[in-house]
């Protein structure tokens, strides 16, 4: 009797269209049997270049230890108690070519998907990098927490956007919080709920917003439990334990290169692998021929390919740089190790949307010196870029590296007019008195307390100038102002911005130190804090001299005299025969696409990480609904649903701890009086 394989060869034979019974044939019937009941996740298929073509650590012992002469060591990730989904990104999961809603149907998604069971054609591997760490260089870091799992064929129906964006035509996908690796220092290589939900809403968020970013697929709790002091005041407590699966064309990172890193001159730490130049090399080419294949084929030179990619290097962070100060997104932590090789949004901890406009805002409650502020961010990211440059050495000479670096500054800068005049409908003409329009808004906003992402939504509401007839231009004016006067600071809530975060005593100390003895002001402060500092105080002492109604009247006038340029600026947007309804149809729909209406605000993760903590998923789920969308306005959508703490409620309204229900407020809204109160680190 002939054989199953020989009955379908001959059947293909004899009918030549049917193309599926040829790949049938070189498989046996058991081999069918599985492939039909493997679910989707099972059925990913592998490509983990990345292991084949840098150096793996030989080492397999468990802990923690210095990892010498190589880019990734295996490690096993560690399985959790009765792992659950929380939430899935659908879109992120189809980069995979999975579907969400099988996703959740299969039982062992959440053991795949967290590390807690290894996929087939999985390579679990922790990539060793360094990193300068507030501008100090930390030595060996690596992949503490996160795991790579390997690299997923793209579907062959992938657009050719992202497959531009993603040349290998393959995905690695990482778990973040999976267990212990040679990089975890003192930790325990777990994160829990609260920085997981954190991380995976503002990856979706930040795609959403058009912004380049690593992807968040889903993230998995569980009943496993380890203690955390939040606030670090000690006061630790037990969190459940949970998990994000990342993806991204690549992880590697500026760190990456500094693994190779002399030691250095005020630390005295020097990278693990300091003189494996080959591996240093090594690494460049697999970054370059596997992400930057243009830039591989164009030069055949070694000097100019890499400079050229050290240039789009440049070019990618300064254009990403510019998005986010354009939508008042603050990293947080913007060190080397955090600075991503292919100019995404990289590791989200402690990040924040702004509310208030302030230059100065510092979104990570560990970040004392303001090092990473939100106006800083652009400077921080050529420091950054210069310490790749050095860590590329000799491969990318210094001189070349030095007159890419000097780009940088002019390309950052003509991103961020692009995109603020998109912002302000600023679409016929380029104008050199635009950069001091832009300069003024900002200026009015931080002077008036003004909302960054409400008073950019509102903008598109001030028409362009017509000449008809009955348009009263003061009028016009006053509804402007009105308008904008609703997303300005009260008062009180000024007075508290405006309150010193530096002890009066410790002030005057510092002051009298600063006169007596240079020298050690200079080691335990810096100019720049004190002239912040005092700058503060003064503002508060005028605010303390102030009524409401004078604060009001202040902003009333601020705002009108910069409506007034505006408006006189879109006079002539309007000249040469425009018709300035098409005009002002088009202006209102690009504002509308590059002013967002909904941001990750601090205040609406917390109220998903604390209804997630009850046991409800659904604020979570619903949070990410709306943030796939942040420019269009989803009635129904908008509310959160449910309550939580703080605020002025009924009494009956309370929580286990007694303390009152928050005040319900809309996902566009400026944020509660609470907020203020939510500390990140």
Known sequence: MASAGARLTRLYISCPGVILLRSLSNVGMD?????????CIERLQFENVALKQLPLDPSTEPGVRQVRGACFSRVQPSPLKNPKFVSVSGPALALLGLDADEVLKDPLAPEYLSGSKVLPGSEPAAHCYCGHQFGQFAGQLGDGAACYLGEVKAPVDQSPGLLHENPTGRWEIQVKGAGLTPYSRQADGRKVLRSSIREFLCSEAVFGLGVPTTRAGSVVTSDSRVMRDIFYNGNPRMERCSVVLRIAPSFIRFGSFEIFKRADEFTGRQGPSYGHDDIRTQMLDYVIVNFYPEIHQNHSDRIERNTAFFREVTLRTARLVAQWQCVGFCHGVLNTDNMSILGLTLDYGPFGFMDRFDPDFICNASDSSGRYTYQAQPAICRWNLARLAEALEPDLPPDRAE??????LPLYNGFYLSNMRKKLGLLRKEEPEDEMLITELLQTMHNTGADFTNTFRSLSQISCPTQEAGEDESEVMKQAAEMLLQQCASLEELKAANKPSMDPRELAMLLSMAQSNPALFQMISDRKTVAQQLERLSRLKELMDTTAEQLRAKQT???????NKYRQRLARECESGVDVKDLQRERVCVMNNNNPHVVLRNYIAQNAIESAENGDFSEVQRVLKVLEKPFSVQEGLEQPGLEARGGAAAPEERDET??????????DSKPPIWANEICVT
């Open 403 to 408: 007159q890419v670096l000097d780009e940088y």
């Open 557 to 563: 006038e601020d705002w009108s005299c910069w409506i």
């Open 31 to 39: 081999d069918m049997g599985i492939n039909t009941s493997r679910s």
């Open 658 to 667: 007694g303390e009152e229900a928050r005040v319900l407020v809309p996902y």
